[in-house]
């Protein structure tokens, strides 16, 4: 080795200690991310407060969160997921009008514990002062409910009952118990969003309405009267299922009730819509689903003239009368109008006049005029005797005039 040579010293790469780790700065990404708890997508943390406030890993597991002035701070972040929340507001709403001598210091000491408990970069300091969750609003499950209802409000709106019916399902099934639970003063944020809640389940109910499900959908119509007695769309709802599930009367007396109950209360009537049900129902010819389908007629010697079924025989075709109508009209065939139950008609009525199609989505059957009577097609005919011609009596079974030179019926 030559004289004076120094060898150069290694570099080593000792560990940083687990506090240096955690100052060091992270990639922008990472600060964009939202609440984590790692460093992949299924780490995520997600936030729930549709119910005592929880934060939960990407696998479902909790994240424990200690006390309830932890549980108060992190609901207050995720009600604006993504902005800033000054010291003030935070203040104000996790101490509810009682707040401790430094509350600048507890707010930031709170808010160390969060990080601890969440991730650090779960909470960001804004400019300005205050402090952001920082995560997207679908990470929590309020959002997400809101975003999901008005998703299923308006596939409802563009006529796809079923689409709108597995929306709804999906936002409401988010629901665990009383929202915003863990703030101490809940009262004013909690009434906006069980409004939004109400509104969801009623528009929940007119698709299973929409879908032919009224019957399943009473029971909650029934129960959600009960609690919010002078809502008039939900009395409308329950007025539609009663009478689509064939129970008009029970309609009528339900409307009665909730009128009296809207004088009494508010010394009002009920509104335009509700009204126009109410005509609908007290309709004469209000047509409505029936509790079973309808029994099939018999049917037997219709087609064939057979003795005791009111129709004449094969020989009718050559007068041009017969079940028919009118010469050359096919008759109807099985199950056609011609058999269809009608509904009654009011007595001011003309025959043929179509019902209103209202919110049952009925109308009247078209009416079939009824084959002429005859008056004397009961009298006994010989076998050999031509069609058309006059059976005893002088009288022909089809029209019932008499025959020039035969003497009319009753004369002898």
């Known amino acids: 080795m030559a004289a004076g040579f120094r060898p150069r010293p290694r570099a080593l790469r000792l560990p940083l200690p687990p506090a240096a780790s955690r100052c060091l700065p992270l990639p922008p990404a990472a600060s964009r ?6 460093s992949g997508d299924n780490e995520r943390v997600r936030i729930s407060v549709l119910g005592t406030t929880q934060a939960l890993q990407g696998d479902g597991t ?17 009600i604006r997921p993504g902005r800033a929340v000054p010291v003030g507001r935070i203040v104000a709403e ?55 209802a008005g998703d299923g409000a308006r596939a409802l709106g563009q006529g796809d009952a079923a689409k709108a019916a597995g929306l709804l399902d999906e936002a409401l099934g ?19 969003w069980e409004a939004r809640r109400l509104d969801a389940r ?7 309405l929409d879908l032919g499900s009224a019957a399943e959908a009473l029971p909650e119509l029934t129960a959600l009267c009960a609690d919010h007695p002078i809502d008039e769309p939900l009395q409308a709802l329950r007025l539609r299922a009663l009478a689509v599930t064939g129970r008009p009367a029970e309609a009528l007396a339900a409307y009665d009730v909730f009128r009296r109950r809207l004088a009494a209360r508010l010394g009002t009537d009920p509104g335009p819509a509700l009204r126009a049900l109410h005509r609908e129902l007290l309709a004469p010819d209000c047509v409505t689903a029936p509790a079973q389908p309808p029994t099939a007629p018999d049917l037997t010697g219709l087609l064939t003239g057979a003795p005791g079924s009111g129709l004449p025989g094969p020989g009718a075709a050559a007068s041009g009368t017969g079940a028919s109508g009118p010469a050359g009209q096919a008759p109807e065939a099985p199950g056609s109008a011609a058999q269809a139950p009608v509904a009654p008609r009011s007595p001011d009525r003309a025959p043929g006049a179509s019902g209103a199609s209202g919110v049952f989505g009925s109308t009247d059957p078209a009416p079939v005029a009824p084959a002429p009577a005859a008056q004397a097609s ?3 005919r010989s076998p050999d005797q031509a ?18 030179g035969t003497p009319a019926p009753g004369s002898v």
């Open 62 to 78: 909790p994240v424990a969160l200690g006390g309830a002035r932890l549980r108060a701070l992190l609901t207050v972040l995720a």
């Open 174 to 192: 988010l629901w665990r118990g009383p929202v915003l639970a863990d703030l101490p003063d809940r009262a004013a944020l909690a009434a906006r």
């Open 202 to 208: 009623r528009t929940r109910l007119t698709a299973a």
């Open 378 to 380: 009961d009298a006994p």
């Open 33 to 38: 991310a939202g609440a984590r708890r790692g």
């Open 94 to 148: 996790v101490w509810a009008g009682d707040p401790p001598a430094d509350a600048p210091g507890a707010v930031q000491a709170l808010v160390g514990r969060l990080r601890r408990a969440l991730g650090r970069d779960a909470v960001a300091s804004a400019e300005g002062g205050g402090y952001l969750l920082c995560a997207e609003a679908d990470d929590v499950d309020l959002h997400r409910f809101d975003r999901l």
């Open 387 to 404: 069609p058309g011609t006059p059976a005893p009596g002088g009288v022909l079974p089809a029209a019932g005039h008499p025959i020039p």
